[in-house]
Nanobody, 112 residues
Framework: QVQLVESGGGLVQAGGSLRLSCAAS????????MGWYRQCPGKQRELVAT???????NYADSIKGRFTITRDNAKNMVYLQMNSLEPEDTGVYYC??????WGQGTQVTVSS
């Protein structure tokens, strides 16, 4: 079992920035993939960004150049730096481990 706890969501004006954090605990494999997904109002959950233990990344086209995923393997943490936020980025952001485990989600609201 893996437990994930997100933090860092909130309300921000368009053009602003937020940084999300996710702490993983439990049965963490040395080599793994962690990432962020989001569910925007009226839409299905979608991938935002993922990163492997070795540093390989994958980003959704809609956020490329604005969001950056990083991780601290020693602390089992993953982060999402979100810049130039747009109202369309509003949604619940979920941390994911190994494609299987999910955090409880953190709300991000971008006002216009």
């Amino acid at each position: 079992q893996v437990q994930l706890v997100e933090s860092g969501g909130g309300l921000v004006q368009a053009g602003g920035s937020l940084r999300l954090s996710c702490a993983a605990s439990g049965s963490i494999f040395r080599f793994n993939i962690m990432g962020w997904y989001r569910q925007c109002p009226g839409k299905q959950r979608e991938l935002v960004a993922t990163m492997t233990t070795r540093g390989s990344t994958n980003y959704a086209d809609s956020i490329k150049g604005r969001f950056t995923i990083t991780r601290d393997n020693a602390k089992n943490m993953v982060y999402l730096q979100m810049n130039s936020l747009e109202p369309e980025d509003t949604g619940v952001y979920y941390c994911n481990y190994g494609g299987r485990y999910w955090g409880q989600g953190t709300q991000v609201t971008v006002s216009s």
